[in-house]
């Protein structure tokens, strides 16, 4: 029996890698400019962490789980998400103790949930994340969404929408949360087993529902907007203010209300509209989270962040016909002809590498012309010969493949030769 990939997980193999590090280096180059730190938490962590942290109700955390038992008896989960972990690292390494806040914090790596995979959903996906903790200045929600808005411009993308909402504080959850029980409970029994088991849990969620969006319900239910007090909806209007300052474009949802547990105040997505990017419009989701630091055993602190894939960013640049700028190519392909000359060539081969160039040899004791077409595959400036009587004049034949031209130097000027022409 042949051994497979799992489903749900993909290899990204030499060719489109290049892609990968191309979008991964942006990223990191804008978390610089918005000054975030790169952290890095362990693939795996108690599945406690995310019980509390994502919350009981969710469906990561009810269906989506890689939960597994150590061999010494512990319940491990590989990390669904990267908020809890990070917020886990802040508490237990004091970060909240240093003169610098808000902790400002950045992180790409592999996450892992058991979907029904299809385009853009994935059971291993790379997101990258920021999350801002210390600050509940609005002035870092609007910075939060304007890092994520670069990235994607930065690459190219245009056909992009976001879409913000607020939550509200815990007094208006709790009055919005009424608000829908009263609504919804007459009802009940129309909706599907998850919204009637939402219904006393987390009524919110049942505005999230796949499989009811439709219900007549959904669309009358009272808008969270309306049941905000005076904190939350100032607080909001001052988000919505410093986007609109910097440009930022916007559509308020009030539907609009994110899958994990942990979100109070600003919450958002950013949308591709572009045809073809499939089912899945969303290509990043985030927002507040002021309990979660506390929740997780940390001094009350407030947080907001957001993560998205690479994955559906990429679905997202194939969409709108956006391709990288990407060159592969190499400074030298050296063509060793004879045994003496081959002997010459490996030496020669280390010389170039240690002088800075990106060089290649044959290794398959390929004919001189299947050389060449290796050289052009490879897309080389120079290609450098060495034939036995080269190596009896001490020179090696060097090829312009921009220009066609050729010339002989001596051994000893080769590495010289290609710094002054490089
Ligand atoms: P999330 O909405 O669950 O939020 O996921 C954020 C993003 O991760 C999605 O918008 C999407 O780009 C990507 N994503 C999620 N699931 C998959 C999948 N199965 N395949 C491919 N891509 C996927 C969070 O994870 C929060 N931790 C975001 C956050 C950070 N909130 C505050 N800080």
Same mark, same amino acid.
């Given at each position: 029996m042949s051994i497979n990939i799992p489903r749900g997980t993909q290899d990204i193999l030499p060719g489109v890698v290049e892609e990968w590090q191309y979008v991964e280096q942006k990223m990191r180059e804008m978390c610089k400019r918005y000054n975030y730190s790169e952290i890095r938490t362990p693939i795996f962590e108690q599945t406690e962490l995310f019980q509390r942290g994502v919350g009981e109700t969710t469906d990561i955390v009810q269906k989506e789980m890689y939960t597994f038992e150590d061999r010494g008896g512990r319940s491990m989960t590989l990390?669904?998400?990267g908020t809890a972990p990070t917020v886990r690292s802040f508490v237990e390494n004091k970060m909240?103790?240093?003169? *610098?806040?808000?902790?400002k914090l950045f992180y790409i790596g592999p996450m892992f949930r058991y979907e029904r995979p299809q385009a853009g959903r994935w059971r291993q996906f790379i997101q990258f994340g920021v999350e801002a903790l210390g600050s509940s200045d609005p002035a870092i929600d609007a910075e939060v969404i304007a890092l994520a808005m670069d990235i994607y411009r930065e690459l190219g993308l245009k056909r992009l929408k976001l879409v913000i909402n607020s939550l509200g504080d815990i007094e208006s959850r709790k009055a919005h949360r009424e608000a829908l029980m009263n609504h919804f409970k007459p009802r009940i029994?129309?909706?599907c087993g998850d919204c009637q088991n939402r219904?006393?849990? *987390?009524?919110?969620r049942i505005l999230d529902c796949k499989k009811d969006r439709d219900h007549e319900l959904i669309k009358s239910a009272p808008s969270i907007l309306d049941y905000l007090n005076d904190e939350s909806r100032v607080f909001f209007e001052k988000v919505k203010t410093y986007l609109t300052d910097i440009g930022i474009e916007f559509q308020v949802d009030?539907?609009?209300?994110?899958?994990?547990?942990?979100?109070?105040?600003t919450a958002f997505e950013i949308m591709s509209d572009a045809e073809?990017?499939?089912?899945?419009?969303?290509?990043m989701g985030g927002g507040r989270y002021n309990g979660l630091v506390e929740e997780i055993g940390g001094p009350a602190t407030p947080g907001i962040g957001f993560a998205l894939s690479i994955e559906r960013l990429l679905l997202a640049l194939k969409a709108e016909n956006i391709s990288l700028p990407i060159a592969q190519e190499l400074d030298c392909y050296l063509i060793a002809l004879g045994d003496q000359a081959k002997d010459k060539a490996t030496s020669l081969l280390y010389e170039l590498r240690k002088a800075g160039f990106t060089a290649e040899k044959d290794?398959?004791?390929?004919?001189l012309k299947a050389q060449f077409k290796t050289a052009d595959r490879l897309n080389v400036k120079f290609v450098a010969v060495l034939g036995e009587d080269e190596l009896v004049k001490n020179v090696i034949n060097i090829k312009d493949?921009?220009?066609g031209t050729q010339e002989e130097v001596g051994i000893s000027n080769f590495i010289e030769y290609l710094l002054e022409r490089s």
């Amino acid at each position: 029996m042949s051994i497979n990939i799992p489903r749900g997980t993909q290899d990204i193999l030499p060719g489109v890698v290049e892609e990968w590090q191309y979008v991964e280096q942006k990223m990191r180059e804008m978390c610089k400019r918005y000054n975030y730190s790169e952290i890095r938490t362990p693939i795996f962590e108690q599945t406690e962490l995310f019980q509390r942290g994502v919350g009981e109700t969710t469906d990561i955390v009810q269906k989506e789980m890689y939960t597994f038992e150590d061999r010494g008896g512990r319940s491990m989960t590989l990390r669904p998400e990267g908020t809890a972990p990070t917020v886990r690292s802040f508490v237990e390494n004091k970060m909240y103790g240093s003169p *610098n806040q808000p902790t400002k914090l950045f992180y790409i790596g592999p996450m892992f949930r058991y979907e029904r995979p299809q385009a853009g959903r994935w059971r291993q996906f790379i997101q990258f994340g920021v999350e801002a903790l210390g600050s509940s200045d609005p002035a870092i929600d609007a910075e939060v969404i304007a890092l994520a808005m670069d990235i994607y411009r930065e690459l190219g993308l245009k056909r992009l929408k976001l879409v913000i909402n607020s939550l509200g504080d815990i007094e208006s959850r709790k009055a919005h949360r009424e608000a829908l029980m009263n609504h919804f409970k007459p009802r009940i029994g129309e909706f599907c087993g998850d919204c009637q088991n939402r219904l006393e849990k *987390n009524p919110m969620r049942i505005l999230d529902c796949k499989k009811d969006r439709d219900h007549e319900l959904i669309k009358s239910a009272p808008s969270i907007l309306d049941y905000l007090n005076d904190e939350s909806r100032v607080f909001f209007e001052k988000v919505k203010t410093y986007l609109t300052d910097i440009g930022i474009e916007f559509q308020v949802d009030p539907n609009l209300v994110r899958g994990l547990d942990y979100y109070n105040h600003t919450a958002f997505e950013i949308m591709s509209d572009a045809e073809g990017f499939g089912a899945i419009t969303t290509l990043m989701g985030g927002g507040r989270y002021n309990g979660l630091v506390e929740e997780i055993g940390g001094p009350a602190t407030p947080g907001i962040g957001f993560a998205l894939s690479i994955e559906r960013l990429l679905l997202a640049l194939k969409a709108e016909n956006i391709s990288l700028p990407i060159a592969q190519e190499l400074d030298c392909y050296l063509i060793a002809l004879g045994d003496q000359a081959k002997d010459k060539a490996t030496s020669l081969l280390y010389e170039l590498r240690k002088a800075g160039f990106t060089a290649e040899k044959d290794y398959q004791d390929r004919k001189l012309k299947a050389q060449f077409k290796t050289a052009d595959r490879l897309n080389v400036k120079f290609v450098a010969v060495l034939g036995e009587d080269e190596l009896v004049k001490n020179v090696i034949n060097i090829k312009d493949m921009s220009t066609g031209t050729q010339e002989e130097v001596g051994i000893s000027n080769f590495i010289e030769y290609l710094l002054e022409r490089s």
